[in-house]
């Protein structure tokens, strides 16, 4: 299993040939406490960057990104509960979606932990 | 990063960032936006106990005239409230009319308690229209009523349904004041003025404090464990959830204290009277009503709707309106907004949809309050 961050503070876990998405615990520390998450509708067919789905704090709503071409395959049911989970649990149980990877090579141009790391620092 | 080098700060800035706030750029000022607790927290600790709020970016100023009636008079032809009838040491809320009847800003006047002091009245305005306010109000005042800005007063916002008690270990004169009151106060020895009211829907005060005093007092009260510092995020929610205006948003130059539903800030006699700008208009929407009214909105499920998101009537795709203010009500649980819509559509229970990214959400126009407001009103 391999883990890639990209610049829109997401980060994917790719097991085989599905990734499963969340956003990093950096943007759930910038969002403030998240009170509303939507979620992509399973089977839709997303590219790269399109907005899938939308995590809103008391203050503002942000989207979220696909970060690679693909099929969504599941959404996380427990965000539509209890959103708050995504700054509980940001990069763990706090899952957004799982997409079927449409072109694995675009893995190749997202970062490594290390890098993600590196990038935050800059902001 | 936005950049904050032309950004002004308040007399707090200092313990803003000894508390660990996140400062964002708001009305010229370096402000907290909230603080390590978060927004959501803030809110509710403000709602069961008391929060400390720095509003010094807002601008607080005098009119001084020779007698009461002259600088109530004065301020009259600005305005469509009652000055000349606010009795010494009580405070009112009104708003700064342009000559359409458009609300140049919304602002709170207090009449000083002592005999003195006969002829001042204090303003409080907002910080991003005060110095246009200040332009407004300078032009308009007769040659024997004089504008005195201040710039070197904080003024700080304790909230919640622990304020007075806290308050009252400081200052105990507190104690005895009702809510739209405003008076002199000793707080721990520094020479304060206090009104008793807000922008939370909660008991509590405002405090104008000579700049130097500022962090003292605000220690002071942090110190006690029934207080905890607030930004400006959950001083948002908190006003949205008690059905308060924010100027600039809900009500704004284009819309008067009738389609504003603000009529409250207006008495009998300059309602019969209309002697005030925009005067006609206003008198005539009062008789015949507006085309839009503000009106509170409560949304089914939890997708809240944000400024902006348009209105319209279920079954048909006519947009009616816009939400002027909405978000999330940490009190409520709920999605909570407002916004302007044709009269016709204001009863409350009017269903109505509003669209939010291409959807559209289901929702009612509703009572405000949202959250049941709980000043503190001096037994009679």
């Given at each position: 299993?391999?883990?890639?961050?990209?610049?829109?503070?997401?980060?994917?876990?790719?097991?085989?040939?599905?990734?499963?998405?969340?956003?990093?615990?950096?943007?759930?520390?910038?969002?403030?406490?998240?009170?509303?998450?939507?979620?992509?509708?399973?089977?839709?067919?997303?590219?790269?960057?399109?907005?899938?789905?939308?995590?809103?704090?008391?203050?503002?709503?942000?989207?979220?990104?696909?970060?690679?071409?693909?099929?969504?395959?599941?959404?996380?049911?427990?965000?539509?509960?209890?959103?708050?989970?995504?700054?509980?649990?940001?990069?763990?149980?706090?899952?957004?979606?799982?997409?079927?990877?449409?072109?694995?090579?675009?893995?190749?141009?997202?970062?490594?932990?290390?890098?993600?790391?590196?990038?935050?620092?800059?902001? | 990063?936005?950049?904050?080098?032309?950004?002004?700060?308040?007399?707090?800035?200092?313990?803003?960032?000894?508390?660990?706030?996140?400062?964002?750029?708001?009305?010229?000022?370096?402000?907290?936006?909230?603080?390590?607790?978060?927004?959501?927290?803030?809110?509710?600790?403000?709602?069961?106990?008391?929060?400390?709020?720095?509003?010094?970016?807002?601008?607080?100023?005098?009119?001084?005239?020779?007698?009461?009636?002259?600088?109530?008079?004065?301020?009259?032809?600005?305005?469509?409230?009652?000055?000349?009838?606010?009795?010494?040491?009580?405070?009112?809320?009104?708003?700064?009319?342009?000559?359409?009847?458009?609300?140049?800003?919304?602002?709170?006047?207090?009449?000083?308690?002592?005999?003195?002091?006969?002829?001042?009245?204090?303003?409080?305005?907002?910080?991003?229209?005060?110095?246009?306010?200040?332009?407004?109000?300078?032009?308009?005042?007769?040659?024997?009523?004089?504008?005195?800005?201040?710039?070197?007063?904080?003024?700080?916002?304790?909230?919640?349904?622990?304020?007075?008690?806290?308050?009252?270990?400081?200052?105990?004169?507190?104690?005895?004041?009702?809510?739209?009151?405003?008076?002199?106060?000793?707080?721990?020895?520094?020479?304060?003025?206090?009104?008793?009211?807000?922008?939370?829907?909660?008991?509590?005060?405002?405090?104008?404090?000579?700049?130097?005093?500022?962090?003292?007092?605000?220690?002071?009260?942090?110190?006690?464990?029934?207080?905890?510092?607030?930004?400006?995020?959950?001083?948002?929610?908190?006003?949205?959830?008690?059905?308060?205006?924010?100027?600039?948003?809900?009500?704004?130059?284009?819309?008067?204290?009738?389609?504003?539903?603000?009529?409250?800030?207006?008495?009998?006699?300059?309602?019969?009277?209309?002697?005030?700008?925009?005067?006609?208009?206003?008198?005539?929407?009062?008789?015949?009503?507006?085309?839009?009214?503000?009106?509170g909105l409560l949304?089914?499920?939890?997708?809240?709707?944000?400024?902006?998101?348009?209105?319209?009537?279920?079954?048909?795709?006519?947009?009616?309106?816009?939400?002027?203010?909405?978000?999330?009500?940490?009190?409520?649980?709920?999605?909570?907004?407002?916004?302007?819509?044709?009269?016709?559509?204001?009863?409350i229970?009017?269903?109505?949809?509003?669209?939010?990214?291409?959807?559209?959400?289901?929702?009612k126009v509703a009572e405000m309050?949202f959250?049941?407001?709980?000043?503190?009103?001096?037994?009679?």
């Open positions: 299993m391999s883990t890639y961050f990209t610049k829109d503070h997401e980060w994917l876990k790719v097991e085989g040939d599905v990734a499963t998405v969340g956003i990093t615990d950096f943007a759930q520390n910038q969002l403030g406490d998240v009170v509303y998450v939507e979620l992509p509708e399973n089977g839709k067919s997303v590219s790269q960057d399109d907005e899938v789905a939308v995590v809103e704090s008391v203050k503002a709503a942000s989207e979220v990104y696909a970060p690679v071409d693909g099929e969504i395959v599941e959404g996380n049911e427990l965000l539509v509960d209890e959103p708050a989970k995504v700054n509980e649990e940001a990069e763990g149980a706090a899952w957004f979606f799982k997409i079927k990877l449409g072109n694995a090579s675009q893995l190749e141009g997202l970062m490594s932990e290390a890098d993600y790391k590196a990038f935050v620092e800059t902001l | 990063m936005a950049d904050t080098a032309d950004l002004l700060r308040t007399p707090l800035f200092d313990l803003h960032t000894e508390l660990g706030a996140k400062l964002v750029p708001f009305a010229g000022y370096e402000m907290p936006v909230q603080y390590p607790l978060g927004v959501l927290k803030e809110h509710l600790f403000t709602r069961e106990s008391a929060g400390l709020f720095d509003v010094s970016h807002m601008g607080q100023a005098w009119l001084v005239g020779p007698d009461h009636a002259t600088t109530a008079a004065a301020l009259e032809a600005l305005v469509p409230s009652n000055m000349k009838e606010l009795k010494p040491g009580k405070q009112r809320y009104t708003v700064l009319l342009n000559d359409n009847g458009g609300i140049i800003d919304d602002l709170m006047v207090s009449r000083p308690l002592a005999a003195e002091d006969d002829g001042r009245l204090m303003i409080v305005v907002n910080a991003a229209c005060k110095d246009n306010d200040y332009k407004v109000i300078a032009a308009a005042l007769p040659e024997n009523v004089k504008l005195e800005i201040v710039e070197d007063r904080a003024l700080i916002a304790l909230q919640g349904p622990k304020a007075a008690e806290v308050m009252a270990l400081h200052a105990p004169e507190a104690a005895q004041m009702g809510f739209m009151e405003a008076r002199p106060l000793e707080f721990d020895g520094i020479s304060v003025i206090a009104s008793r009211s807000g922008y939370t829907g909660e008991d509590g005060y405002e405090i104008s404090v000579p700049a130097g005093a500022a962090e003292a007092v605000a220690k002071a009260l942090l110190a006690d464990e029934r207080v905890k510092p607030i930004g400006l995020g959950a001083r948002d929610s908190l006003r949205l959830e008690a059905g308060l205006c924010l100027y600039g948003h809900d009500i704004d130059e284009n819309t008067t204290p009738v389609e504003g539903n603000i009529t409250f800030c207006m008495q009998k006699r300059r309602k019969e009277a209309g002697d005030f700008p925009g005067g006609d208009r206003v008198l005539k929407q009062l008789a015949e009503g507006t085309e839009n009214l503000r009106v949304l089914d499920g939890r997708a809240p709707a944000r400024e902006g998101a348009e209105i319209r009537v279920p079954g048909t795709e006519e947009i009616v309106g816009r939400v002027t203010s909405g978000g999330f009500g940490p009190t409520l649980g709920a999605p909570l907004a407002m916004g302007y819509v044709p009269s016709r559509l204001a009863a229970g009017t269903e109505l949809e509003i669209l939010v990214r291409g959807r559209a959400l289901k929702a309050p959250v049941a407001q709980r000043y503190y009103r001096k037994p009679k």
